[in-house]
T-cell receptor
Framework: ETGVTQTPRHLVMGMTNKKSLKCEQH?????MYWYKQSAKKPLELMFV???????ENNSVPSRFSPECPNSSHLFLHLHTLQPEDSALYLC?????????????FGPGTRLLVL | DAKTTQPPSMDCAEGRAANLPCNHS???????VYWYRQIHSQGPQYIIH???NNETNEMASLIITEDRKSSTLILPHATLRDTAVYYC????????????FGTGTKLQVIP
């Protein structure tokens, strides 16, 4: 248990569906992150939010839309995904987003796009 | 961020020490070395980090060479639950956090 929770843990969706992934951290952190981990590939950073402001978008397609309503919650809205988007999506948080901090990861949402 | 190089896989007998190497020859003076591990289908778990000196915590020890171009993560008494992919990461200083994970080392602890 790391203090970062993600729901759902597993999701199957069609290419025309719209779904959302949710992340919540109970650590009092101000920075939150979305990562994608595809099979046999390194973790890829997708988005960074710091004090609710998006500070990084790593050239992620617009079919992925993040939302950070407050420092404790982070969403990833999904629409018209492709089968190659099937992956483990990980959320992480850290105290203030500066470089030397440890990031704390959630368990991930395993997404399958049919 | 400096690039790291790790062997793709290693085996270790249960109860023995597991020594996982990492090369980071282009590391800058203000970059820290972090180790995470990822057990199958779970999120990465922080293990330990250091700058110059060797570090030890309840999970592992981190040995960093004097020139800081390589490091070794030591799990003193490996158990079956330590089977995981271990990632060595170095971080650039300044600005907001950006962690770049490589492909890691798949450690298999054998009974």
């Amino acid at each position: 248990e790391t203090g970062v929770t993600q729901t759902p843990r597993h999701l199957v969706m069609g290419m025309t569906n719209k779904k959302s992934l949710k992340c919540e951290q109970h650590l009092g952190h101000n920075a939150m992150y979305w990562y994608k981990q595809s099979a046999k590939k390194p973790l890829e950073l997708m988005f960074v939010y710091n004090f609710k402001e998006q500070t990084e978008n790593n050239s992620v397609p617009s079919r992925f839309s993040p939302e950070c309503p407050n420092s404790s919650h982070l969403f990833l809205h999904l629409h018209t995904l492709q089968p190659e988007d099937s992956a483990l999506y990980l959320c992480a948080s850290s105290p203030s987003g500066t470089t030397k901090e440890t990031q704390y990861f959630g368990p991930g949402t395993r997404l399958l796009v049919l | 961020d400096a690039k790291t190089t790790q062997p793709p896989s290693m085996d270790c007998a249960e109860g023995r020490a597991a020594n996982l190497p990492c090369n980071h020859s282009t590391i800058s003076g203000n970059e820290y070395v972090y180790w995470y591990r990822q057990i199958h289908s779970q999120g990465p778990q922080y293990i330990i980090h250091g700058l110059k000196n060797n570090e030890t915590n309840e999970m592992a020890s981190l040995i960093i060479t004097e020139d800081r171009k390589s490091s070794t993560l030591i799990l003193p008494h490996a158990t079956l639950r330590d089977t995981a992919v271990y990632y060595c990461i170095v971080r650039a200083d300044g600005g907001y956090q950006k962690v770049t994970f490589g492909t890691g080392t798949k450690l298999q602890v054998i009974p």
